[in-house]
């Protein structure tokens, strides 16, 4: 009976997998029909009434609003910004900052890549950064390889942190408790993957002329991520740490190291804008973002938000769910998509003042989101949807069950390798961490583990997972117009992402051993 009821609760997830990795379907389609499995699964075998079936689902719709109101916020600043042409004053900024081939490559691939995905994220990096690393002379081949592995690090705080809410929310961990360890276990993937960027541009003598300053960079990166998880800033924390890793190259290409001569470029810049007014929509993000964690306005503002509330159901075999009085609340300060629209707001106010305003530019951006988002919303809202379903019906504690048979152990060297199946089939962190978020909550429980160092675990992998997944070979092959191959691409990078989980693995498991989290 125990093999059925496992059967029954693991096949929503063999479907989805299945639609899209060998079906080839778009998401929304393949967790359309997942769902559709969840629900006649919990009906028919986990005695599920309608009542809580359709609650489970609301509750899903109450997460992916939370979620997917980031992401549309995030990719219409990004838009807005691309379209005024900051962004490409930005690069510019970058690719004439030093002739130096292995510095360049850091500082595009994996500090630059990292400060786009912490504010767009959703394949930007790659589609921004790979022409620009054709351009500094590196193949397209190892230009996309490069720019996927080198900003893996950033997924999980990127797009103003989707997947870290993500996690947050599907686990119901503490944000505040979570933020930090993690941060500080972004550690070994964020040294891990400045010398993997070294590795696939200049070989082993590559990292071996890289190390001393990418173990420095990575050092000031991570002690930034976890400071601004103390404050509250997810949100920023890889934007910032994006940002501070660029400044650290940049200041390594004055010394005698490094030093050389870089070509003069003025790649896509519109007269009049500077460096610092293309950056403007950042800073105003990052100071909108900071000021939201003062404890006062906090507090007096902490009655502006929006929720639903959900009762305590149980299934007809006994299985609970508790009440939950405000799920998954969006907060009018504190959430970052008021923050993303207001910075937004505040560019149009002063680009115009400035002179340096494109009419038109607001709804060419509101375009180019709908555009890229509405896909995305759907596909991820019918995925929460689904999780949801199967945590509340009691399956994901029966796929639990089956995982004690490993052993804590092991588990815990598996659990990041389990974020990186969702994120490499879907494309997607929060994807992923929507998935197999409650299994790996439910396993944690069952083995006694910490739930924090397990949820630390799956978004861990996520984010190295989805760097390397095949849509975004996919993104760089299609922006270099057809020179390279997904295939191509894919070996280059895969081998660097399932050894980079690896190492997270045994983190976490050392981190376990040592009582750290």
């Not at 494109?358 to 809202?381: D, F, I, M, N, P």
Request: with cysteine.
């Amino acid at each position: 009976m125990f093999a059925f009821r496992f059967l029954v609760a693991l096949l929503p997830v063999l479907v989805l997998l299945g639609g899209i990795l060998w079906l080839r379907w778009r998401a929304y389609r393949a967790a359309a029909l997942a769902w559709l499995v969840a629900a006649g699964g919990a009906l028919a075998v986990y005695g599920t009434g309608p009542v809580l079936l359709a609650s489970a689902s609301a509750k899903g719709l109450s997460l992916a609003l939370l979620v997917m109101l980031i992401v549309w916020a995030a990719v219409f600043l990004y838009a807005l910004a691309d379209d005024l042409g900051a962004v490409n004053v930005i690069a510019a900024k970058i690719l004439g900052s030093s002739g130096d081939p292995l510095l360049l490559a850091l500082l595009l691939a994996w500090s630059f890549s990292g400060f786009l995905q912490g504010i767009a994220g959703f394949g930007v990096p790659v589609a921004v950064v790979a022409p620009l690393m054709v351009l500094a002379g590196f193949s397209p081949a190892r230009s996309i390889a490069a720019v996927m592995i080198g900003h893996s690090w950033a997924i999980t705080f990127g797009s103003m942190g989707s997947s870290f809410f993500t996690i947050v929310l599907v686990t119901g961990v503490n944000g505040m408790a979570l933020g930090p360890p993690l941060a500080l276990l972004f550690g070994v993937p964020i040294l891990f993957t400045g010398l993997s960027v070294a590795h696939i541009v200049g070989g082993g003598p590559g990292v071996v002329r890289a190390a001393p300053l990418v173990v420095v960079a990575s050092a000031l990166m991570v002690l930034l991520m976890w400071a601004l998880n103390v404050a509250g800033a997810a949100p920023v924390s890889s934007m910032l740490p994006g940002l501070l890793g660029s400044l650290v190259l940049w200041l390594a290409s004055r010394t005698s190291l490094y030093r050389a001569p870089a070509r003069e470029r003025q790649d896509g810049q519109r007269r009049g804008l500077t460096f610092a007014w293309a950056f403007l929509p950042y800073a105003l993000l990052t100071v909108l973002s900071l000021l939201a964690q003062v404890p006062l306005l906090r507090e007096a503002t902490s009655g502006l938000r929006f929720a639903l509330s959900y009762p305590a159901l149980a299934t007809s075999q006994g299985f609970e769910v508790a009440a939950q009085s405000a799920y998954a609340p969006i907060r009018l300060v504190g959430h970052p998509a008021p923050l993303l629209v207001l910075s937004a707001l505040v560019t149009c106010v002063l680009y115009r003042a400035r002179g340096l305003w494109k009419e038109g530019a607001l709804g060419r951006a509101w375009r180019v989101t709908v555009k890229q988002s509405t896909g995305t919303t759907v596909g991820v809202s019918l995925m929460v949807m689904m999780a949801l379903v199967v945590a509340d019906s009691g399956m994901a504690a029966v796929l639990a069950q089956a995982a004690e048979a490993l052993g804590a152990v092991l588990y815990l060297v598996a659990s990041p390798f389990i974020g990186l199946l969702g994120a490499f089939v879907t494309g997607s962190n929060t994807n992923s961490n929507v998935m197999f978020g409650p299994l790996q909550l439910y396993a944690a429980r069952a083995l006694a583990l910490s739930t924090l160092l397990v949820a630390a675990a799956q978004t861990l992998g996520g984010s190295i997972g989805s760097g390397v997944a095949p849509d975004k070979a996919l993104i760089g092959a299609s922006v270099l117009g057809g020179e390279v191959r997904e295939g191509e691409v894919m070996r280059r990078a895969l081998p660097y992402g399932v050894f980079g989980v690896l190492l997270v693995g045994i983190e976490v498991l050392l981190a376990s051993l040592l009582g750290l989290l």
